[in-house]
């Protein structure tokens, strides 16, 4: 994904944000009231990807009859919704897509050296 999608895809969340009356700015996580607010949101991205998951219906290995049908597109729907939610904590947290790229490439050079050395 080129950086100017992630940007899209953050820019995109902070107008709904605004669009529902809720401020973009980041919250002040010392308060209470804001981490409950974003642990509430991201147990609704929780549960968007349950129903993702609830999607997959061959995966029990004892299952004996096999279910071919797949929703592929409800499916990454379902996920879309799980990182709006995620989106949105990382935004109201006060992090940018920047923030998340960073960080995402700093936490795959140690897992990538967690391979190398055996962890």
């Not at 949101?41 to 609830?54: C, L, N, P, Y």
């Not at 029990?60 to 799980?82: G, I, M, N, Q, S």
């Not at 709006?84 to 998340?100: R, V, W």
């Amino acid at each position: 994904m080129s950086a100017d999608r992630l940007v899209d895809m953050f820019e995109r969340r902070k107008v709904f944000i605004r669009a529902l009356g809720d401020s973009t700015e980041p919250l002040d996580l010392s308060q209470k009231d804001n981490q409950r607010l974003l642990r509430d949101i991201a147990v609704r991205g929780i549960e968007e990807v349950w129903e993702a998951q609830s999607l997959l219906k061959n995966w029990k290995p004892h299952r004996k009859t096999d279910v071919p049908e797949f929703d592929r597109e409800k499916y990454l729907e379902e996920w879309v919704d799980a990182f709006n939610y995620f989106f949105t904590t990382l935004i109201l947290a006060g992090f940018d897509e920047e923030d998340l790229h960073q960080m995402y490439v700093k936490k795959d050079e140690i897992i990538h050296e967690r391979l190398k050395s055996g962890y």
